[in-house]
């Protein structure tokens, strides 16, 4: 029988209440891997309490402790390494490389949490009046939580927990119920490290558990990566009821590529940024803007090397692409390729109905481009979370950046050039929390702030970076005079 997969709260593990479960399958062969609870609000409890009666004991371990439980909890995750890569790739589908930079990145957010001594140290003055001194002192906030998607379930939850818990805050961390493995594993780890019980949990399920993570008045902030019209939902509940919130959405990224591009460069690079985790990445290039020439060298090259990339088993070292996450992403993905067609676009690399031999139950792919979108239609204003690349035409760099404002997502964008004013004047000018200067994957390094502008973000301080310090912590000002 398939087990059903366990809560870790206040130390152990615990099982969910009884009830409904979600069915865990490895999207490539459609084995059923695990069933994840569908956690309910008694669960979230027993949650919450178990992290709010740790809070006194962690805030005041040693800041020095507490950046030393990071230093071995990298250990632990490097030693098990491609481990956990294989069960990224089991439950996600994307390929062992994707799966390693994917742990690769979640280590330099561990690394981030280490310097927390340096990061959480703050500023004073003396006699800001004649023999009194003013200073700001960082305490942690509370209790936190992390609601986070299936796409990078290994890396997201990384880029709040151990920032969080270096910070002295205890930490609930609900992952998507397409993807609990990862986490699991990752708990696994935690446990293995020995941190006081209660100071990290973990709560398996779907909407009840967040909602209740969301209402539960123990609970200071929460931190949430997924899609848009859920970022708002979660922007709005956390508010209403008093907490912090940071909720990183959706996205639908361009990349314009002028003339004088070097467009063999452009193009690799342009190859990994749409069709690298089968497109399921926050920062995938959705849209191509070709400026006046570049348009049709880029469709002729795209063309050949899309129907060239290797889609299969994520197992398979030589494998290019891997599936996409389920059945139903697959039927949604489908469905707006014809969707497009049908709006007059032209699919010149058709992915749908392929099948990968030996993998039939597979929620295969393949890769698609699209030539010809217009502005307004689906595949410019849409987010498609698959590996799908439109292409667009615009007639000078002007142009190209009002296609790209008119989004009404704004995480990341693009130019590819070799000219320095049109750089100078994309950064200026175009809404979006990240853009890539001839790169085609505008992710920031831990040490940075990440978060879209527009629909691709509600909150204010970002996650990741400095930001990340002042989400977690409280700041209290002291104003001494002794005489
Ligand atoms: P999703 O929004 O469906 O789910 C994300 C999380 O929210 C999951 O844990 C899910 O269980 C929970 N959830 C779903 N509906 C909810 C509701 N009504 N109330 C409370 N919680 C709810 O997203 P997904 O499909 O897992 O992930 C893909 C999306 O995430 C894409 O839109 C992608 O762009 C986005 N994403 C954004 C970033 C970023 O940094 N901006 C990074 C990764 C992924």
């Not at 709010?52 to 250990?75: C, I, N, Y």
């Not at 796409?151 to 961390?173: D, E, H, K, S, Y």
């Not at 987010?383 to 142009?399: H, I, N, R, T, Y």
């Amino acid at each position: 029988m398939t087990r059903t997969i366990q809560n870790y709260v206040d130390g152990g593990w615990v099982d969910a209440s009884p009830g409904a479960s979600i069915p865990v399958h490895d999207p490539a062969t459609g084995q059923l891997l695990a069933h994840c609870p569908d956690s309910t609000a008694a669960d979230v409890d027993m949650a919450v309490r178990a992290a709010r009666a740790a809070f006194d004991e962690w805030r005041s371990t040693p800041v020095l402790v507490r950046a030393q439980f990071m230093h071995h909890f990298k250990v632990m995750v490097e030693e098990r390494f491609e481990d956990i890569a294989q069960i990224v790739v089991r439950e996600h589908g994307k390929t062992m490389d994707e799966a390693r930079g994917e742990v690769r990145r979640g280590v330099e957010s561990i690394d981030f949490a280490m310097s927390v001594p340096v990061l959480m140290r703050s500023d004073g003055l003396e006699d800001i009046s004649s023999g009194i001194d003013e200073t700001t002192v960082r305490q942690p906030a509370g209790v936190f939580a992390a609601i986070t998607p299936f796409n990078f379930p290994f890396m997201v939850p990384l880029w709040f927990l151990p920032t969080a818990i270096a910070c002295g805050n205890p930490f609930i961390l609900k992952p998507s119920p397409q993807t609990p493995l990862s986490a699991e594993l990752l708990f696994e780890l935690l446990d293995e490290l020995d941190l006081p019980e209660g100071v990290v949990n973990l709560v398996h399920g779907g909407v009840p558990s967040a909602a209740a993570l969301m209402e539960h008045p123990e609970v200071t902030g929460v931190s949430f990566v997924g899609s848009s019209p859920v970022a708002k939902i979660i922007y709005q509940t956390c508010t209403r009821n008093g907490k912090r919130v940071q909720a990183q959405g959706g996205a639908k990224n361009y990349i314009a590529v002028m003339p004088d591009a070097n467009i063999q460069a452009s193009v690799s690079n342009i190859l990994g940024a749409a069709y690298g985790c089968a497109g399921q990445r926050c920062l995938a290039a959705a849209v191509a803007v070709g400026v006046g020439d570049a348009y049709d060298q880029l469709k002729d090259e795209l063309a050949k090397q899309v129907s060239e990339l290797k889609v299969g088993y994520g197992l398979d070292e030589t494998t290019q692409m891997g599936t996409v996450i389920s059945a139903d992403a697959k039927q949604r993905i489908e469905s707006m390729i014809a969707q497009s067609q049908a709006e007059g676009a032209d699919i010149v690399v058709d992915g749908r109905g392929l099948q990968v031999a030996g993998y039939e139950d597979g929620a295969w792919v393949g890769p698609t481009l699209i030539a010809g979108v217009r502005p307004n239609t689906l595949m410019a204003t849409e987010e498609v979370f698959g590996p799908v690349l439109s292409l667009m035409k615009a007639a000078d760099f002007d142009e190209a950046v009002d296609i790209i404002n008119q989004s009404r997502f704004g995480n990341a964008a693009s130019i590819f050039t070799s000219n320095g004013r049109h750089a100078r004047e994309f950064k200026y000018s175009v809404n979006a929390g990240n853009i890539g200067v001839n790169i085609g994957v505008a992710a920031p390094s831990a040490s940075f702030p990440f978060g879209g502008q527009k629909d691709s973000f509600f909150g204010d301080l970002h996650g990741q970076g400095m930001d990340s310090i002042e989400f977690y912590t409280e700041r209290k000002i002291v104003i001494e005079r002794w005489v």
